[in-house]
């Protein structure tokens, strides 16, 4: 019975080893895609980036800021990419998708 179980675990090692092995290419080509991407940096005031890139699709509402140790944290979206503020100051942006063909997760059902 042992016997039997082998190959069948062997195969299934063998295939998630292959999805992960895709799943990091894909992720290292997106991050390349996205350093090509001008997003605004670290530090930004919410001022410099609206001046530079425009007024933002939506301000989302803040979150956190009910104890020191959680500063209150924006999101303003815009087309291609998302920035994330602590206070006033930029501490992330991130890429929506590098580009249109892009399939991203699938959806949760």
Same mark, same amino acid.
């Given at each position: 019975? %042992?016997?039997? #179980?082998?190959? #069948? *675990?062997? =195969?299934? =090692? *063998?295939?998630?080893? =292959?999805? &992960? $092995? %895709? $799943? @990091?290419? #894909? *992720?290292? +080509?997106?991050?390349?895609?996205? &350093? =090509?991407?001008?997003l605004p940096t670290r530090g930004m &005031?919410?001022?410099?980036?609206? &001046?530079?890139?425009? %007024?933002?699709?939506?301000?989302?509402?803040?979150?956190?800021?009910?104890?020191?140790?959680?500063? /209150?944290?924006?999101?303003? +979206?815009? @087309?291609?990419?998302?920035?994330?503020? +602590?206070? %006033?100051?930029?501490?992330?942006? /991130?890429?929506?998708?590098? @580009? $249109?063909?892009? *399939?991203?997760?699938?959806? /949760?059902?």
């Amino acid at each position: 019975m %042992t016997f039997r #179980l082998f190959p #069948l *675990l062997a =195969a299934l =090692a *063998l295939a998630v080893v =292959a999805s &992960s $092995a %895709t $799943a @990091d290419t #894909l *992720l290292m +080509e997106r991050t390349q895609k996205e &350093s =090509a991407m001008a997003l605004p940096t670290r530090g930004m &005031s919410m001022n410099q980036v609206e &001046s530079r890139y425009g %007024t933002p699709r939506s301000k989302l509402d803040p979150r956190g800021g009910n104890k020191p140790q959680h500063p /209150v944290i924006n999101r303003w +979206e815009y @087309d291609n990419f998302i920035v994330y503020f +602590e206070r %006033t100051h930029v501490i992330d942006a /991130v890429a929506k998708r590098a @580009d $249109a063909s892009e *399939l991203g997760p699938k959806p /949760v059902n």
